[in-house]
């Protein structure tokens, strides 16, 4: 029992020690020598639980799937959504199974339909909360929730992408926040966002009239900081 438990645990660092030195070196320059160093192991305790690079990566990426909801259940489903994506976009900035598992998917190290399952996985609970939120009158009954739940999920990887490309501007969980200001009017049903606390902002680009408010279709949102 004891060993088994010791076991257990090596494995554990060396998933977690995977994921730094795939978030900080991505998949070509990752090495399994600094994996193991990293966890504190030799090459031949990590070959025992993982036969190659390949394999940890994979783990890595089985992780994040595997992890589930970062925030809620929610009785709103059309809340959840929001939190969770805003919880999403605060773990791509510190928490390195995240980190690894968006720039694993991101770079071609890896084939490409093992890259694809957490790409399916998130948009498909995307989906569900978007149907599930329909089903409580929060979403527009012709809203490809499919579709919103693929843009949502693709303004991780872009928010991320232009965190790296400009490290002096906004964070990640800021971006994440435009984007749904000005996706979620489109997809909401009217009244929704008044219920959740997310008013309509004014109206912006050419020709909008300074001191103007919009309709729930047009405008930005406003969203309440406290818990997001």
Known sequence: M???????????????????????????AATCAGIAERAGVTRGALYFHFPS????????????????????????????????????????EDDAVVRAGFRLCLEQGLETAERKRPYLAWTGRYAELLEAARAQGDVRAETATDEIAELIVGCFAGARLVSQLVPEGDDVE???????????????????LDRLGLTPGPPTGPGATPGATS???????HFPTAGM
């Open 2 to 28: 004891v060993q088994q438990e010791r076991a257990v645990r090596t494995r554990r660092s060396i998933l977690a020690a995977g994921a730094q030195e795939f978030a900080e070196r991505g998949y070509e």
């Open 53 to 92: 690079k390949r394999d940890v990566a994979a783990a890595v990426l089985q992780e994040w799937i595997d992890r589930g909801p970062v925030a809620g259940p929610f009785p709103c489903k059309l809340e959840e959504l929001t939190r969770r994506a805003l919880a999403t976009a605060r773990l791509l």
């Open 174 to 192: 800021h971006r994440v926040r435009s984007v749904l200001r000005h996706l979620l009017p489109h997809a909401a049903a009217p009244g929704a």
């Open 215 to 221: 309709g729930v279709t047009s405008g930005a949102l």
